[in-house]
């Protein structure tokens, strides 16, 4: 490739601490579960990063991962990613996209026959850009065609699936979200609004999924509307873990910067951070720390290495409580299955099978004929 660089697909060093021997035993039998397309039937554990808009999400997501996702100041996510690490005999990274059930059928097979393997980050941006090209989403909102149904929404319900395989990769799925739009402008309906809460809610719905709640420092954690949404489906709080951001941009011992020392904070790269490495990154959101009033926290909350940490006891805790149940479900859609199979009567698999089945219906038609012709007659 000449003196062209290239982001080779590496095991990010920050996801290699997720897992221990035994979490990897644990975490493959939820792997092969979404592999048999079981995660349609049954709700799988999964980590899901949510917020308002602007909140950080990306990139707390980018810091946790060390996934390198194109990014733009003035660019929210406009729809679902899930990105689905697993192990595997080689280094790969498959990109498909899978579309929102209530698009017409031509949509649909258009969206599904979207499927690209690289292998090199660097590609990454083009195909994101395809993507979201054909999932119809485009700039400003055009409110004079708002009538015809062909203008190019701003959100969509289709989710775009980055799976990354490797021998040394964990087994883990993350889900970057849409932020919450807080009301209607320029760019974005009425119907936007309304759409990124239901896809929000559709994750932070299912029972088994973790919720990494980002909030902003510099918004009042009381004015972020997403801390209600995660009570509403999680009211104890046993599967969210809260996220602050941007501490740095908090006035120096202020009142706002003391009311969030009960949360998990992480600096993200500032706009003139933002051709910082993941190294040059940690090495920033470290000196901070240091200087900072929330040296005074435990190290356990704050900081992306301890994030990690947390994130690695939380999602293996969750996973053991959820097996047994997870093998209850499955038995009973299993049982629910072959009695849909046994009242379709005996399989046939063949012409030969279809001919003998249709001679024999054909039959029972013709007794049927001859009692009635009888009845009628008498």
Known sequence: IGDQEQTVITIPEALGC????????VLDTVSQLRKCGLDSVLSLPQLVVC?????GKSSVLEALTEIPFPRKDNLCTRYSTEKILCHGTSDSLQIKMIPDPERSAEEQRSIKAFR????????LPQLMT????????????DHESSNDGNHRRAFARDVLSVEIEGPNRPQLTVVDLPGIVQSQTKDTTQADVDMTVKIIESYISQPRTICLAVIS????????????????????GERTLGIITKPDRLPHSSDSETQFLGWHILKIRSFEEAEFSIDERNSSESAY??????????????????????????????????????????????????????????????????????????????????????????
């Open 18 to 25: 997720l897992e221990t021997h035994g979490q990897r035993r």
């Open 51 to 55: 917020g308002d808009q602007s909140a």
């Open 116 to 123: 690209e393997t690289i292998t090199s980050f660097d590609k």
């Open 130 to 141: 395809k993507a979201t090209e054909l999932m119809g989403i485009g700039g400003v909102y």
């Open 217 to 236: 420092a510099t918004n009042d954690h009381a004015n972020q509307p997403i801390l209600n949404k995660v009570r509403q489906f999680d009211p104890t």
């Open 289 to 378: 720390f240091r200087k900072s009033i929330f040296e005074t926290l435990p190290p356990d909350y704050v900081g992306i290495k301890s994030l990690v940490d947390r994130l690695s006891r939380l999602l293996f805790s969750h996973v053991q409580q959820a097996l047994p149940r997870l093998q209850e479900e499955l038995d009973k859609a299993l049982e629910n299955n072959r009695k849909e199979i046994s009242v379709m009567g005996e399989a046939r698999t063949s012409p030969e099978d279809c001919k003998i089945f249709l001679t024999r219906l054909g039959l029972s038609f013709y007794e049927i004929c001859l009692v009635s012709s009888a009845c009628i007659s008498m």
